[in-house]
């Protein structure tokens, strides 16, 4: 089995930062991309940033790119995503998820995933 856990969240003002966290645990698998999705209640899970596990490419979703940086560390199997410029429509539950084959025109698409964490909520205030 393969947990995500998941930190880094909480209350910002506009304009402020937060760095979330996602470390892998449990049964080594293979990685082919980890991602972040964000979720607010009655709208679908939102794509918002993955990074390929070899080599490091990233993909932003246009609404948080140039704010939003996503990292990796492969030794700790863990990936990492720093939100500046925080706007109050970031406010969403933010979702570490791990996929073992993403292909790159799939990589936006929650069901390409196969572990999700348990989610962490990001609020920011006006």
């Known amino acids: 089995q393969v947990q995500l856990v998941e930190s880094g969240g909480g209350l910002v003002q506009a304009g402020g930062s937060l760095r979330l966290s996602c470390a892998a645990s449990?049964?080594?698998?293979?990685?082919?991309?980890m991602a972040w999705f964000r979720q607010t209640p009655g709208k679908e899970r939102e794509f918002v940033s993955a990074?390929?596990?070899?080599?490091?490419?990233?993909y932003y979703a246009d609404s948080v790119k140039g704010r939003f940086t996503i990292s990796r560390d492969n030794a700790k199997n863990s990936v990492y995503l720093q939100m500046n410029s925080l706007k109050p429509e970031d406010t969403a539950v933010y979702y570490c998820?791990?996929?073992?084959?993403?292909?790159?025109?799939?990589?936006?698409?929650?069901?390409?995933?196969?572990?999700w964490g348990q989610g962490t909520q990001v609020t920011v205030s006006s």
């Open positions: 998820a791990l996929g073992q084959l993403i292909y790159r025109n799939r990589i936006g698409y929650p069901d390409e995933y196969d572990y």
């Open positions: 449990g049964r080594t698998v293979s990685i082919s991309a």
């Open positions: 990074i390929i596990w070899s080599g490091g490419s990233t």
